[in-house]
């Protein structure tokens, strides 16, 4: 093996920790990448701390617009949320993350990936998996998982070598963001019965004091304007997002069952990914065959499963995307997004320049164009196996009639 590594770093204790102990301990040249994903943050200062931690080549990469389009997109047209709740948050992130770590790695000349995941997460499978998956020639190196040190002696571990960290003895919760949602672990959180403390919380803090309607335009199956005027995508995420988080909508408190089978204690605030499902997934109410809408219900769930197990690059993952894809051909058109203080959020009405809703067939008024003489033998025929069963079930039974 090369002796270079390819770090994805953040700029946190653990990740600027495993640069130093990297070099000191197994001898490696370490090349730190940071991934600018919306987390936000100061990136200048990211690459600076991983060069005086030790790092040979400090990279920063902007991939917000990468993240949107290549794996959020997708995720919208799947209606993907994980165990029916969490819309996968950092799942998509680390899929992008793995892209730049295999290019650096071969720009570089390294033989191997390093990530700063412990072993009980699911991002470790997420970096592991989709790291084989691009280059399955490249080794792996998980410094937190061999190092097994408290917190407290990575403290101490970064102290005495005098690396630039921002101590915080009392940072209480593990928290990763992007332009997606935000994750919030640990602390009072790890009690599944204690209510999440206010202060967790930031994307989703009510301020809004009157209620206000928001129209998201699709085009495609993809966001493409807010009330009428054109947003490009990562701009359209984060208006979104501040507009549902006003009124405090979008937060997700579960217990979760992770890949590598713990059940975890999970906040979530995601307010633009839940306002934008919910759009996307009315939107199809109206646009989508019958047929094709239940069949499509039934892999969102399957492709949100691959999705959370760091399946992304898998077969699988890639052609329910491509069934995916082929149905929003029709998915065009507007939503109207009613949101109120307090968390609120409704659907309040939608439109589509190709509908299927038809209001000569739908109405109840008499001036419809349905052929009513239709539904007589339809719902006869319909009915006809089970009117069979019945009969020569010797039926009506008694116990299946109401008693009095
Ligand atoms: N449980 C979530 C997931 O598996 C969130 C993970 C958050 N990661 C973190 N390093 N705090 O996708």
Redesign the pocket.
């Known amino acids: 093996m090369t002796r270079r590594v390819v770090l994805a770093y953040s700029g946190g204790l653990d990740t600027s920790v495993a640069v130093h102990w990297m070099g000191a301990e197994l001898g490696l040249e370490v090349i730190a990448v940071a991934v600018d994903v919306g987390q936000g943050g100061d990136f200048d200062r990211t690459r600076r701390r991983a060069l005086a931690a030790g790092a040979v080549e400090a990279v920063v990469i902007d991939a917000k617009q990468e993240l949107a389009e290549d794996f959020v997109v997708p995720t919208l047209a799947a209606n993907a949320l994980?165990e029916g709740r969490?819309p996968?948050?950092?799942?998509l992130s680390r899929p992008v993350i793995v892209r730049h770590l295999v290019a650096e790695a071969r720009k570089h000349g390294a033989g191997a990936v390093a990530h700063g995941?412990t072993g009980k997460?699911?991002?470790q499978v997420r970096f592991e998996v989709g790291t084989r998956a691009l280059a399955p020639d490249l080794d792996i190196v998980a410094p937190v998982r061999l190092w097994r040190i408290t917190r407290e002696e990575t403290i101490g571990y970064a102290e005495r070598h005098a690396l630039p960290i921002t101590i915080s003895r009392d940072r209480i919760y593990?928290?990763?963001e992007n332009l997606w949602g935000r994750?919030i672990?640990c602390g009072v959180l790890e009690d599944p019965w204690a209510a999440p403390p206010e202060d967790v919380f930031s994307l989703t803090r009510a301020t809004a004091t009157a209620p206000f309607e928001l129209v998201i335009g699709f085009e495609q199956g993809v966001p493409v304007s807010l009330d009428g005027a054109p947003v490009g995508l990562v701009e359209l995420i984060a208006k979104v997002g501040e507009a549902a988080g006003s009124v405090g909508y979008g937060r997700i408190d579960m217990v979760?069952g992770?890949r590598v089978g713990i059940k975890?204690r999970?906040v979530?605030e995601s307010p633009a990914a839940l306002a934008l499902v919910a759009a996307h997934r009315d939107l199809e109410g109206l646009t989508l065959e019958r047929e094709l809408a239940h069949e499509k219900m039934r892999l969102e769930h399957r492709f949100a499963e691959l999705a959370?197990d760091g399946m992304w690059f898998s077969p699988l993952r890639e052609a329910l995307s491509q069934f995916m894809a082929s149905t929003q051909r029709h998915v065009t058109g507007e939503v109207r997004v009613a949101l109120s203080p307090g968390g609120g959020l409704e659907i309040v009405g939608r439109r589509s320049p190709r509908p299927l809703y038809d209001y000569g067939l739908a109405t109840y008024d008499s001036a419809d164009s349905f052929r009513h003489s239709d539904a007589e033998g339809f719902v006869r025929l319909f009915g006809l196996g089970v009117q069979t069963w019945a009969a020569k079930q010797g039926i009506g039974r008694s116990e299946d009639l109401p008693e009095r």
Do not use: K, M, Q, T
């Open positions: 994980y969490y996968l948050v950092s799942a995941c997460g699911n991002d593990s928290i990763d994750a672990e979760e992770r975890s999970e979530y959370y």
